[in-house]
Each structure stands twice: as structure tokens, then as C-alpha cells.
């Protein structure tokens, strides 16, 4: 019954909680009443039955009483009397008495005398020796009652009217309850409603300041002082709300701001271009990213409370020029102010809305200059080498992703460019497909061992001959096409390919150098490492184990390494020499006067050989006295450091004759030859001993 009640007010679909209830309740009291009136319907009913059976018996044996003593006293003729005064009771319909043969003694008026019921009942009730009874279709009871004197079988039957006729006394007794129960369902309807309506109110307070949460995300407390469970459930509402603020608050900041600065990061960044992409797509904005080459470098040398704090006052420096946007460039009335986010460990970046790509050239013209002047910064003056990358939207990309990467695109070519800053050009996604692609093509390379070590001789001053080389790299595509490490080392690098690639090297070298001693034919080979090899703690090992399964004389490898791998981490540097020096390795400073090195700390550095740049050897061929008073000057240098020297890129008689007259030991260059293939060099080497002992038979 309930679930049908459920089921009812489930299929009226009233909309609120309130109205549910008030709904359920109305129906819940109407059922009840009604129940209840039937339930008083039916028990008067069973009551006025249960009466008129007893009144019928009663009478009906009365009169069986009356007829036997009438028949008893022979005084029958007074038989139609007593039933005539019987019958005149108003339930009572019509009475008969039957004797065994069905005849009719005596009858009351309207008796029916045919009645096939009639008969059965009297034959029962005589045969039985009781009363009986029976109820006709028409409802009326029919009651007979057995009269057995002196032989002679008798019966004495009343029907009374139907069933209900004794209603009329009984609903008068019930009816002002029943009036007044119903009365009562039907105030109470209104009454309930209001009521429940009432007790309810707060749960669709509730309700709805949970409905403007869901919309609006906005969570003002609610305030309710019912002093129930309405109070505490608000009040915990209330607490539910504050943590999930604060919580969306912690995440919103995890998600979108750089703890290091608290500037927005590169999710925030995307998201500010995208919403402007989306509301004024026809309007140009500039995306710039900037890069602090030199930031990377400092931060390392840093201890972290420092590096942090240098880092935001770099941050504070590049706000505060982006603030100055207005100021550079003319933009409209109510344009929104720029975007400044922190993308990476060393990028910043900054998205101005309704810009023209001239006035983002200047803006970021004014940036990168603003991020260039030296920091003073803990008595330090500190420059970073900032370069910026411009993409304009939208026609550099139609979503925040694209004028991103596009931007970076420009940036990694505004390394070289004049002003070190650069726009986004289609060219340059063509250069970058072009990269990729060699990148998949090196890989291919590398595993079919394509890259091969070529030698260039390097002369002794002193003798004259060729008794050493440098091992460089050579790509030798089956075609047998040569390429040079200028167009693949920069990919190498950055791809991380370099590793790879110049361990190949080292080994080709180092077996290639340990045939030609074998052969009789002895000459020292000099290899490049790379700063990821440098970087590796197994370097000094994995070059042991090469020189070792070579063969090699540990003092025919020289290892050159470059001065800005060494001052990346000096002491580091120096312990991953340690080994190699121990084991008669000789290491070599490649391209000196190109990095950045301190006289004082290269006399720490325990190295063998300092390669003079090619640059100083080309400013001596135009002339230039600097170059000469450099080159006097390492030259000295060495002589005090106890160190050889080799010039590199000697190309021309006279530079060499300068190198001889000098002191310095070694000389590297086109005027000896370029690299060859080891089969080649060889050759050179078997040649120069042929020539040799051709000398010594002629001496
Ligand atoms: P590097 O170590 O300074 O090598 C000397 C470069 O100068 C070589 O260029 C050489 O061919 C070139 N050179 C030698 N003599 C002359 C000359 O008289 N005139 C001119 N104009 N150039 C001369 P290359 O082979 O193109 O190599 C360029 C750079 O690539 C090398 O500079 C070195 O830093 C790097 N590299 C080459 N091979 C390897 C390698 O196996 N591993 C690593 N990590 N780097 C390598
Ligand atoms: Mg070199
Ligand atoms: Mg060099």
C-alpha cells in the first residue's frame, strides 16, 4: 500500500520536497479516512447481521413456541393472531408455518408460499430438529424453526428483509464520526501542507543555495538559526563549502602558478591566449617567449634559497618592464593589459592582446633590453644573455598551442639573429621539419655505422713530421657522400645523439691508432668529447675500457675537451680527469680564447695541451697585431704552465713559420691536409716512414 503511495505521488511528479510531502500526506489521510470509514462500515455491518440473526432466531422460535402450545391445546384457530401481531414488527417480511408435507397452516400477509427455499429450509429444520437459516439472493434471512408435537412435525418460518435494513439504525450512530473524520482529512489536507511546507523550508533553502553554488561556483555562508538539524546540517554545509574553497584554491594555484615566482605558468599562459583567441578572434595579440641563456648556468653555481631569490628578481624585473607596455606602444582604449607567465626553468613569457605585429616588435624589443642590463644583485653584476621568439595570433596559430610552439620556433632562431630577437616565419617550421627529419635520418645512421672518424694530421715544429692527428667526425652516407659535423653536431647535441655518435668516434680512433703503432707506424690521435659524454660519471671508465680492448698506449689518446666543459663544474671536472691523468692519458683545452675561462683558474686545470682557435690564426693572416700579441701571450702562458701548444687552422706557410719561430710544438691545418679516411692516413703515415728510411739510405 505504501509503495503504490510512493509510486502515486512519484507519477504526479509534484517538483519540490515540500510538495512531495504535502502530496504524500494528503493522500497518506485520505486513504486513512476512507480505510477507516470502511473499517467502521464494516464492523457495523457484521454487527447489524450478527443483531438480526439473533432477533429472527428469537422470533422464529417464539413463534415455533406459540404453535406448539396452540397445537398442544388444539387452539390453532388462534395461530393467524400471533403471527399477525408478529408480523407486524417492521423488519419482519413474512411468516409461515409449513407442516411436513409443505402445506400452510398459517401465513402472514405476503408470504410466499412457493418458495423453493422456503420448502428446503422447513424440510431441513425438521429433519435437523433445529433452527436453520438461510440468506436469499435478495438479501432477506430466512429463519426456521422446528415444531414437533405429538407426531405431528411442523416448522415456523420468518423471513426478514434483506440485509441493511437495519442500516438506517446503525449509520445514524456512526454517521457524525464518520462526518467528522472526514471533516478532519479534509482540514487536515491544507493544515498538513502548510505544516510540512513549513518544517521543510530550510531543506530548500539548502537546496537552493546548493543549486546557486553549482551555477555560480560562489559560496557565501548560509545562514539558518531553525535551531534544528536544519542549523547544524547548514552549518556543516557551511564548513563543507570553506574547505572546498580552500581546496579549490590550493589546486587552481598548484595547477596554474609557478611557486618559484608566483607568476602564472605556461597552463595559465595557454589558457589566458586561448580565452582571447576565443572572444575576439579577429584581433592580433603577440605571444614572446624569452630565454636567459645564462640563467641555467648561474642558477646551478647557486645554492637554492640564493637561486631562488636571484629568479625573483629577475621575475620582478620582467613584470615590471611588461607593466610598462602603455608606455611603449599605443594600444586602444580598455585593451587588456599583458600577460606575463614563467614557461620553464629559464623562459619567461608574455602575451599582449590587440597588438600589431610592429608594436610587438617593440615591446619585445623593450623587454629583451630591459632583461639584457646587468643585474646588480648581492654586490654581483650579473648578465643573463636574454633572446626572445615573437608569433603573432591569429596568424601564427589559432589556438594558445600552436602560437606557443611557434613562438619557441622563432626563439631557438633568435639565438643567431641580430637583435636576438626573431619572428615566427614559415620558413622556419620548414627548417624544423628539416631537423626532425635529419634527427630520424642520424639514427638510421648511427646503427649502420655511418659515422666514421676521419684524421687530420697534426706536425710536430720541432721535426717536421707527422706524429700526431685529430680524430673528427665524418658522416659517409652510402652514396658515399661526405657530411660535415657544422650541419649534423648541433642536431646531435640536442637531440642527444652526440653521445652515441662520439663514443663511435673514440673507438674507431683508438683501435685505428692501436693498428697504425702495431704496423710500425706510431702516432698519437687526439678526440673530441662532448659535454653529455663530460656530463656522464662513467666517462672515465667507458674511455679506460676503450683504450684497453684497443690496445692502445694510454699516452697515444688525447682528449679534447672544451674550456666552457670545464668550468661548468670545475670540481667535478676535475675528478672525472683524476682517473684518466693517473693512467697517462693526455688531455687537451680545445678552442682556446673562445670561452670564458679565468687565467686563474686554467692554471688549477691539470691539462697537457692548449689547442689555439682557428679564429686567432685567421686574425693573423689579416694582419691583426691582437692576434699575434694573444698567441705570444698563451704561448708564454704554456711555457710557464709546463704545457705544449697546437695552432689550429694553419693554412698558410707564414702562419706557420710564425707558430715555429714562437715555441709552439704542434700545427693543425689545410696547409698539412684536411681529415682522410683511416686507410688514408695510413697511408700518409706508411709514406712519411718510406721517406724516411729513403733519407736514412741516402744519409
Ligand atoms: P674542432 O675540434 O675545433 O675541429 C677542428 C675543425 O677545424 C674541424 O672542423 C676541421 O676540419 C677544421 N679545420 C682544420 N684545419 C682547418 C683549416 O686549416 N682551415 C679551416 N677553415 N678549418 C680547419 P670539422 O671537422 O668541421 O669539425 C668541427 C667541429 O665539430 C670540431 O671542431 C669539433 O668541435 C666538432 N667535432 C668534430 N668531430 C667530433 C666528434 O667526433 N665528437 C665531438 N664531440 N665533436 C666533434
Ligand atoms: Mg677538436
Ligand atoms: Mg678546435
Excluded at 564 to 588: F, H, Y
Excluded at 619 to 646: K, N, P, Q, W, Y
Aim: hydrophobic letters at 45%; charged letters at 25%.
Amino acid at each position: 500500500m505504501l509503495a503504490a503511495l510512493k509510486n502515486l505521488v512519484r507519477t504526479m511528479q509534484p517538483r519540490s520536497l515540500a510538495g512531495r510531502a504535502v502530496l504524500f500526506t494528503a493522500v497518506l489521510m485520505t486513504v486513512t479516512a476512507l480505510l477507516s470509514a470502511s473499517i467502521v462500515l464494516a464492523g457495523a455491518d457484521h454487527e447489524a447481521e450478527r443483531q438480526e440473526l439473533a432477533i429472527t432466531h428469537d422470533l422464529t422460535e417464539h413463534l415455533a413456541s406459540r404453535v406448539g402450545e396452540a397445537m398442544a391445546r388444539d387452539a390453532t384457530q388462534y395461530l393467524p393472531y400471533s403471527i399477525a401481531s408478529a408480523a407486524t414488527r417492521d423488519e419482519v417480511r413474512s411468516i409461515s408455518i409449513i407442516d411436513a408435507d409443505g402445506r400452510i397452516l398459517a401465513q402472514s400477509d405476503g408470504a410466499d408460499v412457493d418458495s423453493p427455499l422456503i420448502h428446503r429450509l422447513t424440510q431441513e429444520a425438521m429433519s435437523a430438529g433445529r433452527t436453520v437459516y438461510s440468506r436469499e439472493r435478495d438479501g432477506a434471512l430466512a429463519v426456521a424453526a422446528p415444531v414437533i408435537r405429538e407426531g405431528h412435525a411442523l416448522a415456523a418460518v420468518v423471513r426478514i428483509w434483506e440485509q441493511g435494513a437495519y442500516r438506517f439504525d446503525l449509520v445514524p450512530s456512526l454517521a457524525p464520526f464518520l462526518m467528522l473524520l472526514a471533516c478532519l482529512a479534509l482540514a487536515a489536507i491544507p493544515l498538513s501542507a502548510h505544516l510540512v511546507r513549513r518544517a521543510v523550508a530550510p531543506l530548500g533553502e539548502l537546496a537552493r543555495h546548493a543549486e546557486r553554488i553549482g551555477e555560480q561556483g560562489q559560496s557565501t555562508p548560509l545562514a539558518l538559526q531553525t535551531g534544528d538539524e536544519f542549523e547544524t546540517l547548514a552549518k556543516a554545509f557551511n564548513n563543507m563549502t570553506a574547505r572546498l574553497d580552500a581546496s579549490m584554491r590550493q589546486v587552481q594555484e598548484i595547477a596554474f602558478v609557478d611557486p618559484a615566482t608566483r607568476m602564472p605558468n605556461q597552463d595559465r599562459f595557454a589558457r589566458e591566449i586561448d580565452f582571447f583567441i576565443l572572444r575576439n578572434n579577429a584581433s592580433s595579440g603577440a605571444v614572446v617567449v624569452f630565454e636567459m641563456q645564462r640563467l641555467s648556468k648561474l642558477m646551478q653555481t647557486l645554492d637554492p634559497d640564493a637561486a631562488r631569490d636571484f629568479l625573483r628578481v629577475v621575475a620582478e624585473r620582467f613584470s615590471s618592464a611588461v607593466r610598462t607596455v602603455d608606455r611603449i606602444v599605443r594600444r586602444g582604449q580598455g585593451a587588456r593589459g599583458p600577460v606575463a607567465a614563467r614557461l620553464g626553468a629559464t623562459e619567461f613569457g608574455v602575451f599582449s592582446p590587440e597588438l600589431s605585429q610592429s608594436d610587438a616588435a617593440r615591446f619585445a624589443q623593450h623587454l629583451n633590453a630591459a632583461l639584457n642590463q646587468p643585474f646588480d644583485w648581492r654586490g654581483h653584476k650579473l648578465t643573463l644573455g636574454a633572446c626572445c621568439g615573437v608569433a603573432m595570433t591569429p596568424r601564427d596559430g589559432g589556438d594558445a598551442d600552436t602560437v606557443i610552439r611557434h613562438a619557441r620556433m622563432a626563439l631557438s632562431a633568435a639565438h643567431s639573429a641580430p637583435a636576438r630577437v626573431k619572428f615566427y616565419t614559415q620558413s622556419l617550421d620548414r627548417e624544423a621539419v628539416a631537423r626532425i627529419n635529419l634527427e630520424r635520418e642520424m639514427r638510421g645512421a648511427i646503427e649502420r655505422n655511418e659515422f666514421r672518424a676521419y684524421f687530420q694530421p697534426k706536425v710536430n715544429l720541432v721535426t717536421g713530421r707527422i706524429e700526431a692527428c685529430e680524430a673528427l667526425a665524418r658522416w659517409v652516407r652510402p652514396d658515399r657522400t661526405i657530411i660535415s659535423p657544422g650541419r649534423f653536431i648541433p642536431v646531435a647535441e640536442e637531440s642527444g645523439l652526440i653521445g652515441p655518435l662520439s663514443d663511435a668516434i673514440l673507438r674507431e680512433a683508438c683501435w685505428k691508432a692501436a693498428a697504425w703503432a702495431r704496423a710500425g707506424h706510431p702516432a698519437k690521435v687526439a678526440v673530441n668529447v662532448s659535454a653529455l659524454q663530460f656530463r656522464s660519471d662513467r666517462f672515465a671508465e667507458n674511455v679506460l675500457r676503450v683504450v684497453q680492448h684497443a690496445g692502445l698506449a694510454p699516452d697515444h689518446l688525447e682528449l679534447e675537451i672544451t674550456e666552457s666543459m670545464m668550468m661548468e663544474d670545475p670540481d667535478r671536472a676535475l675528478r672525472v680527469i683524476q682517473p684518466l691523468r693517473e693512467a697517462g692519458i693526455r688531455l687537451a683545452i680545445d678552442d682556446f680564447g673562445c670561452g670564458h675561462s679565468s687565467l686563474g683558474a686554467l692554471s688549477k686545470l691539470p691539462f697537457d695541451v692548449i689547442k689555439i682557435d682557428q679564429q686567432f690564426v685567421r686574425a693573423l693572416e689579416r694582419g691583426d697585431a691582437h692576434a699575434a700579441g694573444i698567441i705570444d701571450m698563451i704561448l708564454a702562458l704554456s711555457r710557464t704552465l709546463d704545457m705544449e701548444v697546437v695552432a689550429e687552422g694553419v693554412e698558410r706557410k707564414q702562419e706557420m713559420e710564425f707558430m715555429a719561430v714562437r715555441g709552439c710544438h704542434w700545427v693543425q691545418g689545410f696547409l698539412y691536409g684536411a681529415a682522410v679516411s683511416a686507410p688514408e692516413f695510413a697511408e700518409l703515415l706508411r709514406r712519411q716512414s718510406g721517406e724516411d728510411i729513403e733519407a736514412g739510405d741516402a744519409a
